[in-house]
């Protein structure tokens, strides 16, 4: 039984993390109906910037993580109002072949930096000795991690729900002319939504370099690894990320820590998802909790 | 008056083609050689250090004139990790009339070999996957195969463990032919009579946490895992057990795991990426010396990287090692040939490698034993040595050792 009860909360654990990486997708789709290719590099820039802060300039790493939230939501948005802000109106083909060079251009970026081509990780500042209860085991570091994940996600779903910014950023992924009509401002929406977003990829990568340590290729690869989790859920849904991120987390751990070993199978926790994406787009094209617009016309 | 400045015109024509061919024999012979790796993308981690080391290493024969007047180019180049851009740099590297070949990934090293075969070049690649030794005769690996490491550390495990009955032994392996590569021969090995218990064969994915996989190899009676692959799966399966409390405080501790890894899956850059998991108790095997080891070796590759102002981190790196090496071996070559006075051309170094062996055998300083080719062997540094992580350094332990049950599965 304890085997089980770990096996549930690794896989909460992991899907939480998920969610929360999945986040920075959802908030830029659900606004502007774009996909940013660059997000595992956005990812890797908030991890890389907390180390920085807390090790070359000697600020408390949780001060750090707070501050690189705050320059990763300013560098989004610069990102959105540079690149991608004269693109509105253009096919969107055009602004996710901008993401994919923006990823190009990040990556280069972080390859002139010892970042792009060393290991690191964080100092530990949280106690060593895992937390035990009922035979199962997880670190503090995954606490925090969950924590921080439950807490974002919470405050984000309020946000879009109660707040006026939040609703108008709803109102501007219905319809953006509409929007315009009762005096929202689209560009500004789009900035927020992107600023938002580089927020909750630096906390991810805090996150996740807390877990794996601060390899590049590993940081920028969670862009990739949650896709499934975003498709899943439906690309506009904060609720599915989440609910998403959790499926994919126990789906991996139970295949990990059932099927792997047996019948000559390995690495189904890497392959499932996918099937499983495919069974659940077979069913339901836009994703579990994604919106299916009815155009009449 | 007209003939007289026209003999004047020649004579000072003849002085000036004179000087011209004087100064050319003075500045002496070029040799060029190239290195293609990655030093982005995956495995830069590796591949940048690596490819500092050669650099580093060639421009300190050129400064030093360790071959004499004659210079040396090496040309690097990234590719990213991508076959097919390595296949494009070495076509390139072709076309400047290279006379050896530093190669690097396993993968690009297996895709190329029919290549270095048809170019009779010599390669040595940062791979040291005995497959690359199949199949043509140009590819010479620098020091003990992945196999060689693997079955080492598993004839370490059966010879040093505590408990009663077969030790239980879980591989832990990159999902590559890099990977792969010790698989078949530890499995040859335990048929052919090695005292381990081989549980389960692990091919990891890009797993942010490996619980169930460790909770399994618990279930199993695991005591031991072996991992051949790159640091960062390595990383995050430590920093699992220790979230989970199963690394091992002292080797072979029952009821927890002492994990033990091959070169590219361990180091100084695992502790940098693994912080506290790896910095204690972590076993890891590699023919390179580490600076740890005091001797002429460590004091000449510090002094290499101040004299080229790289950083502590970078000359205390495996890797910054591996680069070095690669590079000392093909002047040696060089030099070899020079010396017995021959023209420097690919089929000259070949012949020049394959007779370094016996007395001719190549002692680098920066291995922990010496560099022997032959037509029959075709691996450089035949033993190994065995590292132990204390407060986040590698320090040695026992004397170097050459796998026992490789070559008899071997014979």
Redesign the interface.
């Given at each position: 039984m304890s085997y089980f009860l770990q096996l549930v909360v690794s896989g909460v654990v992991v899907g939480s993390i998920y969610a929360l990486s999945a986040l920075g997708f959802v908030l830029i789709y659900k606004s502007s109906r774009v996909l940013n290719i660059a997000h595992g590099q956005i990812i890797a820039t908030g991890a890389f910037i907390t180390y920085a802060l807390t090790v070359f300039a000697g600020i408390p790493i949780v001060l750090a993580f707070l501050l690189s939230m705050v320059i990763t939501f300013c560098l989004a948005m610069s990102v959105e109002r540079i690149f991608l802000r004269r693109l509105i109106g253009e096919p969107i083909i055009s602004v996710i072949m901008v993401t994919i060079g923006l990823m190009s251009i990040i990556d280069g970026l972080i390859y002139l930096t010892p970042f792009g081509s060393e290991n690191f990780s964080f100092p530990e500042f949280l106690p060593k000795t895992p937390i035990a209860f009922w035979g199962v085991s997880m670190s503090w570091t995954q606490m925090v991690g969950v924590v921080i994940t439950f807490t974002m996600i919470g405050g984000f779903t309020w946000f879009f729900k109660k707040s006026t910014v939040g609703i108008s950023m709803r109102a501007v992924s219905d319809d953006q002319f509409a929007s315009m009509s009762v005096g929202i401002s689209v560009p500004k929406v789009f900035g927020l939504a992107w600023a938002t977003a580089g927020l909750t990829a630096a906390a991810a990568g805090g996150i996740i370099g807390n877990i794996t340590g601060l390899n590049f290729d590993v940081l920028h690869s969670f862009g990739i690894i949650v896709f499934p989790v975003v498709i899943v859920g439906g690309l506009d849904s904060i609720l599915g990320a989440i609910v998403a991120g959790i499926i994919m987390g126990l789906i991996q751990q139970f295949a990990s820590g059932y099927l792997d070993g047996k019948w000559g199978l390995f690495g189904t926790a890497d392959v499932l998802p996918y099937i499983i994406l495919l069974i659940i787009l077979l069913f339901k094209p836009h994703g579990l909790f994604g919106i299916h617009e009815i155009e009449r016309v | 008056m007209k003939n007289k400045q026209v003999t004047v015109m020649r004579i000072a024509l003849s002085f000036l083609l004179v000087a011209g061919f004087a100064v050319q024999a003075v500045a002496g012979e070029t040799y060029k050689m190239g290195l293609s790796l990655a030093?982005?993308?995956?495995?830069?981690?590796v591949?940048?250090?690596y490819a500092k080391g050669a650099e580093d290493y060639v421009k300190y024969v050129n400064d030093e004139k360790l071959l004499g007047d004659d210079k040396l180019v090496c040309f690097i180049r990234d590719d990213g990790y991508k076959t097919e851009i390595t296949k494009r740099n070495f076509e390139d590297f072709l076309d400047e009339e290279i006379v050896f070949y530093l190669n690097y990934s396993t993968g690009s090293t297996m895709a190329l070999r029919q290549d270095f075969q048809e170019e009779q070049i010599p390669v040595l690649p940062a791979s040291f996957h005995a497959g690359n030794l199949e199949g043509n005769d140009y590819i010479f690996l620098p020091i003990a195969s992945y196999s060689s490491q693997a079955v080492g550390l598993a004839e370490y495990v059966a010879a040093n463990h505590k408990g009663s009955g077969k030790p239980k032994v879980a591989l832990f392996l990159h999902?590559s032919a890099f990977g792969r590569a010790p698989r078949d021969d530890v499995k040859k090995s335990v048929a052919a009579g090695l005292g381990i218990d081989l549980v389960?064969?692990?091919?990891?994915?890009?797993?942010?946490?490996?619980?169930?996989?460790l909770?399994?190899f618990q279930?199993k009676g695991v005591q031991y895992v072996i991992s051949q692959t790159v640091?960062?799966p390595v990383?995050?399966m430590l920093?699992g057990a220790?979230?989970?409390?199963m690394i091992a405080k002292t080797y072979g501790e029952a009821g927890k795991i002492t994990f033990l890894g091959c070169h590219y899956g361990g180091g100084p850059?695992?502790v940098?990426?693994?912080?506290?998991a790896a910095d204690e108790n972590y076993y890891w095997t590699t023919s390179y010396k580490m600076m740890t080891a005091k001797g002429p070796g460590r004091d000449a590759q510090f002094a290499l990287a101040k004299r080229y102002g790289r950083d502590d981190?970078l000359a205390k790196d495996a890797n910054y090692t591996n680069g070095i090496m690669v590079a000392q071996v093909a002047v040696e070559t060089i030099r070899r040939a020079k010396a017995k006075g021959k023209k420097i051309t690919r089929a000259v170094l070949y012949e020049e490698l394959l007779a370094m062996n016996g007395f001719n055998a190549y002692n680098t300083l920066t291995t922990v034993g010496p560099v022997t080719f032959s037509k029959t062997d075709r691996e450089g540094v035949d033993t190994l040595q065995l590292y132990v992580s204390k407060g986040g350094l590698f320090y040695e332990v026992g004397a170097p050792f050459e796998s026992e049950y490789v070559k008899k599965i071997k014979q």
């Open positions: - | 030093i982005t993308g995956p495995t830069s981690d591949g940048s250090p999902p389960e064969i692990v091919e990891h994915g890009k797993d942010l946490d490996n619980t169930a996989m909770k399994r279930s640091q960062p990383a995050t920093k220790q979230s989970l409390d850059a695992l940098s990426l693994a912080g506290s981190k």
